[in-house]
Nanobody, 122 residues
Framework: QVQLVESGGGLVQAGGSLRLSCAASGSISSINAMGWYRQAPGKQRELVATITSGGYKNYAESVKGRFTISRDNAKNTVYLQMNSLKPEDTAVYYC????????????????WGQGTQVTVSS
């Protein structure tokens, strides 16, 4: 029914920047919160940032002041601007949509993208 497709990952030196994008495709009427999570090797997946349809933002303490989440509701797309990257930001970054309503009237919960690798070299 819906696909979340991430882009923008890559390899960057410490102190550099990357911008991730995630577009949700399908017959979508509305999306509640969208967000970014990450998983480093040997670690659990953790929240990076979320944003509601109304624009309320939430960040992990470790990225506050460095990362900025935004979204374009008309395009069903969420972005993550990552500045001042550190080696500890290295992880696979996953896009999430917590609740999607379709034009058909049906709905679903907790959708994930396939992930995009971010590697920060020291």
């Amino acid at each position: 029914q819906v696909q979340l497709v991430e882009s923008g990952g890559g390899l960057v030196q410490a102190g550099g920047s990357l911008r991730l994008s995630c577009a949700a495709s399908g017959s979508i009427s509305s999306i509640n919160a969208m967000g970014w999570y990450r998983q480093a090797p040997g670690k659990q997946r953790e929240l990076v940032a979320t944003i509601t349809s109304g624009g309320y933002k939430n960040y992990a303490e470790s990225v506050k002041g460095r990362f900025t989440i935004s979204r374009d509701n008309a395009k069903n797309t969420v972005y993550l601007q990552m500045n001042s990257l550190k080696p500890e930001d290295t992880a696979v970054y996953y896009c999430n949509a917590d609740y999607i309503k379709y034009y058909s009237g049906s709905y679903g919960y907790n959708y994930w993208g396939q992930g995009t690798q971010v590697t920060v070299s020291s």
